[in-house]
């Protein structure tokens, strides 16, 4: 059973940075290209961004271009998103996600949530002005 493990969350103040991560189990990782989403209140959840089954290629919502960075360790089974520059726009729970299938269909991860197979349980991530 695919299990998805968010942590790093908080609040911070405008400008500030956090990072998540995200633990991954019960699958074959370095099969999956793997994805962030976010989901603020009273709204939809939106993609955040990517990364490619090998870790090289990653691709960003344009919100978030220039600010936030995915990466993904394969020995730790991990992917984490680095988030600099915070807005309180970016004030939102934030969603570790796998694809429904392996990169042989999903080559950079999930891009809408049509594409998701499982989602980890989310981390709150506030940003005050």
């Known amino acids: 059973q695919v299990q998805l493990v968010e942590s790093g969350g908080g609040s911070v103040q405008a400008g500030g940075s956090l990072r998540l991560s995200c633990a991954a189990s019960g699958l074959t990782f370095s099969n999956y290209g793997m994805g962030w989403f976010r989901q603020a209140s009273g709204k939809e959840r939106e993609f955040v961004a990517g990364?490619?089954?090998?870790?090289?290629?990653?691709i960003y919502g344009d919100s978030v271009k220039g600010r936030f960075t995915i990466s993904r360790d394969g020995a730790k089974n991990s992917i984490y998103l680095q988030m600099n520059s915070l807005k309180p726009d970016d004030t939102a729970v934030y969603y570790c996600?796998?694809?429904?299938?392996?990169?042989?269909?999903?080559?950079?991860?999930?891009?809408?949530?049509?594409?998701?197979?499982?989602w980890g349980q989310g981390t709150q991530v506030t940003v005050s002005s």
């Open positions: 990364i490619s089954w090998n870790g090289v290629g990653t």
């Open positions: 996600a796998k694809p429904r299938d392996t990169y042989h269909f999903y080559p950079g991860g999930p891009r809408r949530e049509s594409d998701v197979g499982s």
